[in-house]
């Protein structure tokens, strides 16, 4: 007598079952909110703790203005570092980027090299005509290689002409971080000044 399979229609969700063996087809490459800082009020540093189990990160940031009294102009840098509290200096982060400004139709390409932190935006302000958004990945941040941060872009929109940036760069130590903080500096590159608003949003990569 043959044997004939007999497929179902569906699975009842309302039943119970057990499982005996393991589930084929569940991969990895969902992004795992891992936290969200809104910012509303002075606000010196926004720090993402907890990454190591990542391979890659994806940083957002929007709407991100600053105390134009006591941070003019300021930069958005990042710094990476460990859970005890170590963030990376020396001849460390690389950073090279394309930007566009539709204010005055120019385009200019620019390396930099900071001891301290990675540098992302530029003259940011306290309105809505010199903030800045945008999005950077992060990678290998949790393991003993180069940290990787390909590519960033920002909308910044600097004294009433659009700023769009395409950047990479890395940090040339190879350690294992686990560790980002956003800091803001003045045009000397000291770290100082304040947020006043923003969020800024971190993802995790899963691979299984």
């Known amino acids: 007598m043959p044997f004939t399979l007999l497929k179902p229609d569906g699975i009842d969700l309302s039943q119970n079952f057990t499982f005996t063996g393991t589930v084929a087809g569940a991969g990895g490459g969902a992004l795992k909110h891992i936290s969200t800082t809104n910012v509303n009020s002075s606000t010196a540093s926004i720090e993402f703790t907890g990454l190591s189990s990542y391979q890659s990160c994806l940083l957002i940031w929007s709407d991100v203005h600053v105390d134009s009294t006591t941070s003019p102009n300021s930069r958005m840098g ?41 540098r992302i935006a530029d003259s940011i302000g306290d309105d809505d005509t010199n903030e800045t958004s945008g999005h950077m990945w992060i990678f290998g941040l949790g393991e003993a290689k180069l940290t990787r941060f390909t590519y960033s872009m920002t909308n910044n929109r600097e004294h009433g002409g659009d700023y ?18 956003i800091i803001l500096a003045n045009t000397s590159n000291s770290i100082t000044g304040t947020y006043e608003n ?11």
Do not use: H, P
Not at 164 to 181: E, I, P
Not at 198 to 208: A, I, N
């Open 198 to 208: 923003g969020y800024f949003s971190m993802y995790g990569l899963e691979t299984s």
């Open 78 to 118: 990042l710094r990476i570092g460990t859970s005890g509290g170590t963030f990376e200096t020396g001849s460390t982060y690389y950073m090279s980027q394309v930007a566009q400004n539709l204010g005055s139709a120019g385009l200019g390409s620019a390396e930099y090299l900071n001891t301290t932190f990675l």
């Open 164 to 181: 769009y940036v395409n950047s990479g760069g890395y940090s040339s130590t190879s350690t294992a971080y686990d560790r980002v903080k």
